[in-house]
């Protein structure tokens, strides 16, 4: 059957077809990898991580012109390893088929779920952790027993050619591959005809990429992100927000997909966080201009945006505070900032920031502050400080998003147990640990039944005394 739905032709030097076929058709010929050997996969590429660590910090410095070791090493290769070590470790028990029950008008016959391959898996990586956010989804791919494709970002690619290497010398390209180029080879990748495709970055993107793939029925998994909420209680220790909040908000310069994009405060403590807020930040981070620890915008065009953002706010009445007003930007690291009497006309308050601005929301209840939050599009991450229990449980019930941290930020995304991922425009389905095994998974009930064959009690022709009997012991 043909479709009537048709996307305009995109051009691409690179034969991607040639490449996705070889994946399929390595794939019919090994449709169900045995345990031993994906977990030699994830053990392969967990070695040649550590092996290669150095020249993926300075290849991922390079295309941020100024992103610091420590970052990658905690933000990119600590997760990348452990979520690698999680699955070897798991990996059988995640395979096993589940046992499920068969009902009694259905004996004698037992029932299972069989966890299968999809087949060929498209991975498409953002810019702003390019390693993590290619390993991550790879490990479970792999996990499932999948071949993958995955699309680096042209704006790393310094990174881009060292993890190509990387990948083509542990994996054939039947395997793992990796493709590379411009927007147009991005937008031929998406049209592929996967199994599964997973993308990470921009909501608008993401409707791009939800098009391409519904051409071919494609099921997808979007990780995208939008404006993550950060409350602060008023019984919350104001130092301890404020610092737990500017380690979340400068990671990376804000350039993360679940950096508190901004926080609602009570507003007779406004004056009181923004104050501790500035003394965390400057703890953390002594001086901007010339420290290594900060990383930088990943380019030109990104960092325009972020000052068009502040133009844009401070236009329109919001008060910007500097917080390190005493220095001269160098290159482009922009120093954090501090936004008071923000509205929603402002586009600080309609675009996800990516970058270390923080807008400041006052509040006087905490109805009113859910209600803030819920009245927006649904975030990929909300942060709640304060240690009333009852609260807690208020707020985890009574707002949607992809995931909550209590007490803290960003650190439920490294937990390899817990599932991640979107909700609404923040994204939809999961990966990570198990939660990724399923979604790169099919799980394909079986059901089986030897000679007896109890069935033809109610088969044709009907109206027999048995049939009767049948319906009224289980139809009541």
């Known amino acids: 059957m043909t479709s009537s739905f048709s996307l305009p032709p995109v051009h691409s030097d690179l034969d991607l077809q040639a490449l996705f076929a070889s994946q399929r058709q390595a794939f019919a010929s090994h449709p169900m990898p045995p345990a031993a050997q994906r977990r030699q996969w994830l053990k392969s590429l967990r070695e040649a991580l550590l092996a290669d660590q150095d020249a993926l910090i300075e290849a991922i410095d390079a295309d941020f012109d100024g992103r610091s070791a420590d970052e990658t090493l905690l933000a990119e290769l600590l997760p990348s390893v452990q979520g690698l070590r999680h699955a070897e470790q798991h990996l059988q028990r995640w395979m096993k088929p589940a046992r499920r029950k068969v009902g009694l008008a259905f004996q004698p016959a037992t029932g299972r779920v069989l966890y299968q391959p999809l087949g060929v898996v498209g991975i498409i990586v953002p810019w702003n952790y390019p390693l993590f956010l290619a390993i991550g989804p790879l490990t479970c791919a792999l996990a499932a027993g999948n ?8 704006a790393t690619p310094a990174s881009a050619a060292v993890l190509k290497a990387l990948l083509e010398r542990v994996f054939p390209a039947d395997l793992v591959s990796v493709v590379l180029g411009e927007v147009e080879v991005g937008q031929a990748f998406a049209r592929l005809p996967f199994d599964h495709l997973l993308f990470t970055g921009a909501t ?32 919350a220790a ?18 993360t997909c679940v950096a508190p994009d901004y926080v609602l405060v009570p507003r007779d403590h406004l004056g009181a966080f923004a104050e501790a807020y500035r003394r965390a930040v400057r703890r953390l981070y002594p001086s901007i201009a010339d420290n290594r620890d900060y990383s930088a915008i990943i380019n030109p065009r990104q960092l325009q945006r972020l000052e068009r953002l502040l133009a844009d706010a401070s236009d ?22 501090l936004l008071f009497d923000v509205n929603d006309d402002m586009q600080v308050m309609q675009d996800e920031i990516f970058g270390p601005l923080l807008p400041l929301v006052p509040y006087d209840r905490l109805e009113d502050a859910l209600a803030y939050i819920n009245q927006r599009p649904r975030p990929l991450a909300l942060y709640y400080f304060g240690y009333n229990r009852a609260e807690q449980d208020y707020v985890v019930h009574h707002t949607h998003s992809g995931g909550v941290c209590l007490n803290d930020t960003l650190l439920h995304v490294a937990q390899d147990d817990l599932p991640f991922g979107g909700i609404g425009p923040s994204g939809m389905g999961h990966y990570h640990g198990q939660d990724g095994f399923l979604t790169f998974s099919k799980a394909k009930a079986v059901l089986a039944k030897q000679r007896l064959n109890a069935a033809r009690l109610i088969y044709p022709p009907y109206g027999r005394a048995l049939q009767r009997l049948v319906y009224k012991l289980f139809i009541r």
């Open 147 to 154: 071949r993958v494709m995955l699309k680096l970002s042209e």
């Open 238 to 255: 104001l130092d301890g927000a404020a610092e737990r909040i500017a380690f979340g908000k400068t990671l990376n310069a804000g350039q």
């Open 316 to 337: 329109k009445g919001a008060q910007v505070l500097d917080l390190y007003p005493d220095e001269t930007r160098q290159g482009r690291r922009l120093p954090p900032h």
């Open 204 to 235: 608008s993107i993401g409707r791009q990429v939800m098009l391409a793939a519904a051409h071919n029925l494609t099921p997808v998994t979007l990780e995208l992100g939008g404006k993550s909420p950060a409350i602060v209680s008023p019984s």
